[in-house]
């Protein structure tokens, strides 16, 4: 796999916005794949990524955007519920945020109106926020607050709350192993609870610290990865008992980690100096892309199904293209 581009390159498409990009992220479902949420200081805005691969009236990369969703604070973290759909009636969007209040916040539209839950329950900055992927009836966040918990989406109900022994960064559900929460704490742990019955599982282990991002591979789900201290750390759930592969790629701190949606192969980077993107071929062990010219402070996202990387640069969103 090579970049279209330069090894050190700009996006194959930019697109400005006049607020400052907090949140980026492209819905990881089906019926929504081209839908991009932007939080920002006050506001959702919800867009729609347009690609030549998949619309031949696209010569280019388009972004269009659909619709401004008012946020009581700013918006901290983000995630697509799976009931969104643009593609079959009714159209609908279903996502969730995290401001500064420590509250989560549950979103359900159709075309004319906006209903908003609010969640109350901890009391520190929530990091990490998932829907299970198949119903969207079941929301996990965790939190600095020393805790993950699960959430009803329908009745608001904390169903269950995890106690962790330090803040929680990251949580996921896979969509191939949907009885499965994963939890990756600051200590450098990370663990696997049956979201049923809400039993520990299993616990990795990165032996250093502190965690600050974590990620489950869509495309394996034997695949763990997270962003400690300056390391990229590798893990394979049939082989849990230590790291399989570890990486050092920013010096300063690593803060965020993200597996291509498309390809096991590709991983997203973002770390200090500043907050520069790297996006590796881990199993390669070959950076492909090191932007060090631009801060990186909005977070990055995959296309669920072609090799686009959206990234929220200060008021832009960068699109970064690969080539399988």
Excluded at 116 to 121: A, I, P, R, S
Excluded at 146 to 153: G, R, V
Excluded at 211 to 221: E, K, R, T, V
Excluded at 232 to 252: A, C, M, N, Q, W
Aim: aromatic share 8%.
């Amino acid at each position: 796999m090579v970049l279209d581009r330069s090894p050190v390159s700009e996006p194959v498409a930019q697109f400005q916005l006049s607020s400052r990009i907090f949140v980026t992220e492209l819905s990881p479902f089906e019926w929504s794949a081209n839908l991009i949420a932007l939080g920002l200081a006050d506001s959702v805005i919800i867009g729609q990524i347009k690609l030549p691969e998949e619309d031949e009236s696209c010569q280019e990369p388009e972004f269009e955007r659909l619709r401004e969703i008012h946020h009581d604070t700013r918006v901290q973290s983000l995630a697509w519920g799976p009931r969104t759909s643009q593609l079959v009636a009714p159209r609908c969007l279903q996502f969730a945020t995290s401001g500064t209040d420590h509250k989560l916040r549950v979103f359900n539209t159709d075309t004319t109106q906006v209903n908003v839950k609010l969640f109350k329950g901890h009391s520190d900055y929530i990091n990490g926020i998932v829907f299970e992927p198949e119903s969207g009836e079941l929301v996990g966040t965790c939190s600095d607050d020393h805790t993950a918990k699960l959430w009803d989406t329908n009745s608001g109900t904390c169903l269950h709350t995890f106690h962790l022994t330090s803040p929680g960064m990251s949580v996921c559900w896979h969509a191939a192993e949907t009885g499965k929460l994963l939890v990756a704490q600051k200590s450098g742990v990370i663990s696997l609870f049956n979201s049923t019955n809400y039993a520990p599982i299993l616990s990795l282990d990165c032996c250093s610290s502190p965690l600050l991002g974590a990620d489950w591979c869509q495309p394996n789900s034997m695949l763990v990865a997270a962003a400690v201290f300056s390391d990229i750390v590798y893990f394979d759930l049939s082989r849990p008992s230590l790291p399989t592969e570890r990486k050092s790629l920013h010096g300063e701190g690593a803060r965020m980690v993200k597996f291509s949606r498309a390809a096991d192969s590709l991983v997203a980077t973002i770390g200090k100096p500043g907050a520069n993107l790297k996006v590796s071929q881990h199993r390669a062990g070959l950076v492909i892309v090191s932007n060090q010219k631009k801060i990186v402070g909005g977070g990055c996202s995959w296309h669920l199904r072609l090799p686009y990387l959206a990234v929220g640069n200060d008021r832009d969103i960068d699109l970064y293209k690969f080539s399988l």
